[in-house]
C-alpha cells in the first residue's frame, strides 16, 4: 500500500503549520503568541585551592586516558519512602549502563566514592558565593542547610550531589526590564564525561566535586534575545568577583523553556551563550510541533487510552540488499523488528525542528534508553532526500496488517535490547497523546537539541543527614559586602563615560577588565578610553587570530592580562610615549613571558630625541614633491607621517607628529 501523500511536501506544510521561522525574521509578538517563558541555571566554578566537601586539589585536570584505576558500577532503582520509584531511575535502569569511573590519584579521594562521609563545606567557596549572591541583591540565608541533589544519571557516584542554598530573591537589570532571582547555591560539580556509547559510558573524576555556584531565575525572559542577555549578565557578574574559574567548562548554562498548553523543558549544558538563543527559538516551536500533534492524535483516535503498537520480527536475510543499514544490521547479527503505528501517517514526517521530525523524538529515546546507536531505524516517511523504500514498507505492511491510515518502523537491535526498544517507542508515541513530556535535553551547535532523559521530579532534593547546618554570620556577610566590586550595570555607565565603544564592553567584563584599567589609569595617568580600547579591540583581535591558526599560545582564559600593567609601568620607567604599546602588544601575544626590554627590541625601537625626529620632515617634504600624484590637499601630511611613524612611535606623542606632519606638507 503506496503512501497517499509526499513526506517532504508533509514536512514543509507541517512547518508551515507550526509557524516557524528562522530566528532572526522572527519579530517579538510571535513569540508572545506562543507563550514562550524562559529561565536560566546558570553553573559557574569557584576558584578555590580545594574541593567542596573534601580536601583534594581544585582544578586540577589530567588527560582521559591517564589515570590509576578504574571503578565500575551500575544502576539499581530503590523504592522511596512513599513506596514509589523515581521515573528518572527506571529510565536509567532501563539503559542497563556499566557506569565507569576513571580516578587519578592526585585528584580523587573515597569521600567522592562515597566510603567517607563529608568533611566541613569549604569556607573559601562558601564566602565566594555569599559574595555573588549580594551583587544580585539576593536575602542572605542565617543557616546553610545541606541537602542531597538526586543525579541518577552517574555523574555522581553517590547517586547525589550535596548543596547548599544561601541567597533568596534577587533581582538583575536588563536593558529593558529586570529579571528576577529565585536563589544561588553553593554545590559540587560531577563528573566529567569522557564517552557515551552503547551500554557504557565512561567519566573522569577530576572535576569532581569541584565547588560550584548556581544562580536560578524566575522564567521572565520573554524572548530568545532576552535569554542571552541575562545569560551574559550573570556570567558577566560571576566573573566580577575576580574569583571564579574561567575556560571551557568552567560555566555551563541551563535554559528552562515552555510555551503555552506545553510544559517546562530543560536544556542542558550550554556551553556557549551565543548559543542559546537559537535553542530557544527552536525549542519553542518544537514545543509548538508536538501539540499541533497531539491536537491532531485527538482528532484522529477515539480512545487514547485505548492505542496501542504491533509488532512483528522479520527476517534479515529475506531483506538482504535492500538498504544498507539492514545489511549491516545482518552482519552484526542483530534481530529486525517492525513496528505499526497506528493512525500515525503524516506523523512521523512532521516538523519539529530545523532538519528533524517526530521520528527523530523517537530515534533520540532508542539511542538513550535502549542504547542503540543512530541511525538506528527506518521508517515509512522519510522526508529527507533519501525516499521510502516501498517495497520494503510493502512487506512490513502486510507482515503488520497495517491500516491505511498507520505509519511504520524498522529497527534492528541485540537480543537483550529488543524488550526496551519495544517500550520505549510505545511509550514516546502514547506521550504524543499528551503533547510536550518533561523532559531533559542536550544542546547541539547547530541550535537543536536531543533528548537526555527523563525530567527528575520535583522531591529529588531532601537533607543531608551528614551535614549540619552552618549559620552564616552577620558578621561574615558585612564584611564581604564592605569589599563588594562594582556591579555590572555600575560598569556598563562607566565605560559609557569613559567613552568606551559599545562593542568593546563585553571583552572588559568577560574578563573583568574594568579593575585593571582603573589601576593603569590612576597609577600612570593613562586615559581609561585608550586603555579600555588597546584590550578589547588589539589585545582581544590578537588573541583571536593566535588562537585560531596554529601553534596558538594560551587562550584568552590564560592570558596573563596583569601583564599589561608591566607594560605601562615600563613605558612610564623609559619615559617612552603610549601609543608603542599597540607595537608591542603582538610581540606580547606571542611570547607572553618574554622581558619587556627584548620586546622594545623586538619591534625595532631606536631611541630619538624631538629634534632628531623633526629633522626627517624637510627631506620627506622635498621626496614628496619629487613623487607627488595626488591633488588631494591633505595627502602630503598623511604620506609625510607614514613615514615619520616608525622613527616618531614611542618618541613623541602622535598627534604632535601628525601635526607637524601636516605643517610640513603645507610648507
Not at 520509584?85 to 566514592?113: H, P, Q, S, W
Request: net charge neutral; with cysteine.
Amino acid at each position: 500500500m503506496k503512501p497517499s501523500f509526499d513526506p517532504l511536501q508533509n514536512y514543509e506544510r507541517s512547518r508551515k503549520t507550526v509557524g516557524w521561522t528562522p530566528r532572526r525574521e522572527t519579530p517579538a509578538e510571535t513569540y508572545a503568541r506562543l507563550g514562550f517563558k524562559c529561565g536560566l541555571e546558570i553553573h559557574q566554578q569557584l576558584q578555590t585551592v580545594q574541593k567542596l566537601f573534601c580536601h583534594c586539589p581544585a582544578g586540577r585536570y589530567h588527560r582521559h586516558d591517564d589515570f590509576d584505576a578504574e571503578i565500575i558500577r551500575h544502576m539499581r532503582p530503590t523504592l522511596s519512602e512513599l513506596g514509589e520509584y523515581d521515573g528518572t531511575a527506571l529510565m536509567e535502569f532501563k539503559t542497563r549502563k556499566t557506569v565507569v569511573y576513571r580516578i587519578k590519584n592526585e585528584t580523587t579521594c573515597t569521600y567522592e566514592i562515597d566510603d567517607t562521609p563529608p568533611f566541613r563545606i569549604n569556607r573559601q567557596a562558601m564566602e565566594i558565593a555569599i559574595e555573588a549572591a549580594l551583587l544580585l541583591k539576593c536575602n542572605i540565608v542565617g543557616e546553610l542547610h545541606i541537602t542531597r541533589k538526586q543525579y541518577l544519571d552517574g555523574s555522581i557516584p553517590t547517586g547525589f550531589q550535596r548543596t547548599g542554598i544561601l541567597g533568596i530573591e534577587g533581582e538583575i537589570p536588563l536593558s529593558r526590564k529586570k529579571v528576577r532571582v529565585i536563589q544561588l547555591s553553593v554545590e559540587e560539580d560531577a563528573c566529567r564525561e569522557v564517552s557515551d556509547a552503547g551500554h557504557v559510558r565512561v567519566y573522569s573524576t577530576d572535576r569532581l566535586g569541584m565547588p560550584l555556584m548556581e544562580m536560578v531565575t524566575y522564567p521572565d525572559m520573554l524572548t530568545p534575545g532576552e535569554a542571552a542577555e541575562a545569560a551574559h549578565y550573570l556570567r558577566f557578574l560571576a566573573r566580577s568577583t575576580g574569583k571564579v574559574r574561567t575556560g571551557i567548562g568552567a560555566a555551563r548554562e541551563d535554559v528552562n523553556v515552555s510555551v503555552s498548553g506545553g510544559t517546562r523543558v530543560e536544556i542542558k549544558g550550554v556551553a556557549h551563550i551565543a548559543w542559546i538563543p537559537e535553542l530557544v527559538h527552536n525549542e519553542a516551536f518544537r514545543q509548538k510541533a508536538l501539540l499541533e500533534i497531539r491536537d491532531e492524535l485527538q482528532r484522529r483516535v477515539a480512545d487514547p487510552g485505548g492505542w496501542k503498537t504491533a509488532h512483528a520480527e522479520l527476517d534479515p536475510a529475506a531483506l538482504d540488499g535492500r538498504h544498507p543499514l539492514l545489511q549491516e544490521a545482518r552482519r552484526n547479527k542483530l534481530r529486525l523488528l517492525a513496528v505499526n503505528l497506528p493512525a500515525f501517517q503524516g506523523l512521523l514526517s512532521f516538523f519539529t525542528q530545523p532538519g528533524q521530525s517526530f521520528a527523530d523524538e523517537i530515534a533520540g529515546r532508542l539511542k538513550v534508553i535502549a542504547c542503540l546507536e543512530r541511525p538506528n531505524l527506518l521508517h515509512s516517511e522519510p522526508a529527507g532526500p533519501e525516499a521510502a523504500d516501498e517495497a520494503l514498507f510493502a512487506d512490513v505492511r502486510r507482515a503488520l496488517k497495517a491500516g491505511e491510515g498507520d505509519a511504520q518502523i524498522v529497527f534492528w537491535a541485540a537480543d537483550d535490547d529488543v524488550k526496551t526498544a519495544l517500550e520505549t517507542i510505545a511509550e514516546r508515541c502514547r506521550l504524543a497523546f499528551q503533547g510536550v513530556p518533561n523532559e531533559t535535553r542536550k544542546s547541539v551547535a547547530d541550535g537543536t537539541t536531543v533528548f537526555e532523559r527523563v525530567l527528575p521530579g520535583p522531591d529529588r532534593m531532601y537533607p543531608d543527614t551528614d551535614s549540619a547546618p552552618i549559620p552564616i554570620e552577620e558578621e561574615l556577610i558585612e564584611r564581604v559586602r564592605a569589599s563588594l566590586p562594582q556591579g555590572v550595570d555600575r560598569r556598563f555607565a562607566q565605560f559609557r563615560e569613559w567613552g568606551v565603544p559599545a562593542g568593546a564592553c563585553a571583552f572588559l567584563l568577560k574578563h573583568n577588565l574594568a579593575p585593571l584599567i582603573e589601576a593603569i589609569a590612576a597609577d600612570f595617568a593613562a586615559e581609561p578610553r585608550f586603555v579600555a580600547t588597546l584590550l578589547a579591540h588589539d589585545l582581544k583581535h590578537l588573541l583571536g587570530r593566535r588562537r585560531s591558526s596554529p601553534p596558538a599560545p594560551a587562550a584568552e582564559a590564560d592570558f596573563p592580562f596583569a601583564r599589561l600593567h608591566e607594560l605601562f609601568a615600563f613605558l612610564q620607567q623609559e619615559k617612552l610615549e603610549r601609543e608603542i604599546a599597540r607595537v608591542m602588544l603582538p610581540v606580547l601575544v606571542e611570547h607572553p613571558n618574554m622581558d619587556l626590554q627584548s620586546v622594545l627590541a623586538t619591534v625595532g625601537f631606536s631611541r630619538r630625541t624631538r629634534k632628531e625626529v623633526l629633522a626627517l620632515l624637510p627631506p620627506l617634504r622635498t621626496k614628496y614633491r619629487h613623487i607627488a600624484t595626488s591633488r588631494d590637499p591633505g595627502a602630503p601630511g598623511r604620506w609625510i607621517a607614514g613615514q615619520l611613524r616608525q622613527a616618531a612611535l614611542g618618541n613623541l606623542p602622535m598627534r604632535e607628529v601628525a601635526a607637524a606632519a601636516v605643517a610640513g606638507g603645507e610648507a
